[in-house]
């Protein structure tokens, strides 16, 4: 059974930094893209970051362009984000999700981000 | 980037009626080289991740109810649901994946007339 598990969020204050972890389980983790979805409360879906299997390519959504990295550890199975210059806005419910060629096909539970003075 | 819009933003249909959710891309997401459309839903209740519904913007996920299907090519697609349940009852998403980034329409709340 495919498992993805995310933990790291919590509050921060504006301009700092957290790093999200997803534990993924059930599949060979080194073949997929992987990426990270995020929902602001009571908002939409907005893509924010992938990876590569290998993890040399990466890509951002431009809002976090140059604050945010995502990296992997094939080894561990683990997909990893680190937040910098944390603001209000990015505020959601982060979601680890497996890439496919059919999409998102399988979704974490999430991560809570609160970024609050 | 590819702006995705869905209509309508909310929706109520009385149970065992047909509901109907279209989305529409700014650009096309039909992949000329495979003739696939790149267009995916999702099916959001509250307090869970997104579920995928549909792919390749007709091809239903396994364990997918057949009542739930997908239409539609190139900018235009629509997601049917022929006879609502109450289970149905959620926020539904169309996102493409034809190029980076990819990016949902704004959803369409579904409830129980």
């Known amino acids: 059974e495919v498992q993805l598990v995310e933990s790291g969020g919590g509050l921060v204050q504006p301009g700092g930094s957290l790093r999200l972890s997803c534990a993924a389980s059930?599949?060979?983790?080194?073949?997929?893209?992987m990426s990270w979805v995020r929902q602001a409360p009571g908002k939409g879906l907005e893509w924010v970051a992938n990876i590569q299997q290998d993890g040399d390519e990466k890509y951002y959504v431009d809002s976090v362009k140059g604050r945010f990295t995502i990296s992997r550890d094939n080894a561990k199975n683990s997909l990893f984000l680190q937040m910098n210059s944390l603001r209000a806005e990015d505020t959601a419910v982060y979601y680890c999700?497996?890439?496919?060629?059919?999409?998102?096909?399988?979704w974490g539970q999430g991560t809570l981000v609160t970024v609050s003075s | 980037d590819i702006v995705m819009t869905q209509s309508p933003d909310s929706l109520a249909v009385s149970l065992g009626e047909r509901a109907t959710i279209n989305c529409k891309s700014s650009?096309?997401?039909?992949?000329?080289?495979?003739?696939?459309?790149?267009l995916a839903w999702y099916q959001q209740k509250p307090g869970q991740p997104p579920k995928l519904l549909i792919y390749w913007a007709s091809t239903r996920e396994s364990g997918v109810p057949d009542r739930l299907s997908g239409s539609g090519s190139g900018t235009d697609f629509t997601l049917t649901i022929s006879s609502l349940q109450a289970e149905d009852v959620a926020v539904y998403y169309c996102?493409?994946?034809?190029?980076?980034?990819?990016?949902f329409g704004q959803g369409t709340k579904l409830e129980i007339k």
């Open positions: 996102q493409h994946y034809y190029s980076t980034p990819p990016t």
């Open positions: 059930g599949f060979t983790f080194s073949s997929y893209w």
């Open positions: 999700a497996r890439a496919h060629s059919k999409g998102f096909d399988y």
């Open positions: 650009q096309s997401v039909l992949y000329s080289s495979n003739n696939k459309n790149y």
